[in-house]
């Protein structure tokens, strides 16, 4: 599988993570199971974040960087995309459409 180019754009990296998963076999992995691993993953970036600010973790737990977490959830959101048919690029911008109609305060900065 050739690397993915420099510059790539969203819907370059939902393609290479499609044709990745197939590769190795990860293709028929259900929404389910993919969405259950992203949490499993947004649970290692937390863990690599409490490493980094040197706050206390498990020490049996095996954590890679913030950047290595951060791919990882990268990658399962694009499976679960491309499971969905989902555009990432396009939900981004509709949502962001959505997000400029709101009056945003610091209680309420979750989009």
């Known amino acids: ?52 600010e040197r706050l206390p973790i498990d020490h049996g737990s095996i954590t890679g960087t913030v950047s290595e977490e951060l791919a990882d959830v990268l990658i ?3 499976a679960i995309a491309n499971r969905e048919g989902v555009s990432l690029e396009d939900a981004l911008r509709s949502k962001e459409l959505l997000n400029e109609t709101r009056v945003w305060t610091i209680d309420s900065a979750t989009p």
């Open 1 to 52: 599988m050739l690397p993915l180019r420099s510059g790539a754009t969203l819907a370059d990296l939902q393609r290479y993570v499609a044709e990745m998963e197939e590769e190795r076999g990860f293709a028929d992995s259900t929404v389910l199971e993919q969405s259950l691993k992203l949490g499993e993953e947004v649970g290692e970036l937390f863990k690599a974040v409490r490493k980094r």
């Open 76 to 78: 399962y959101l694009c």
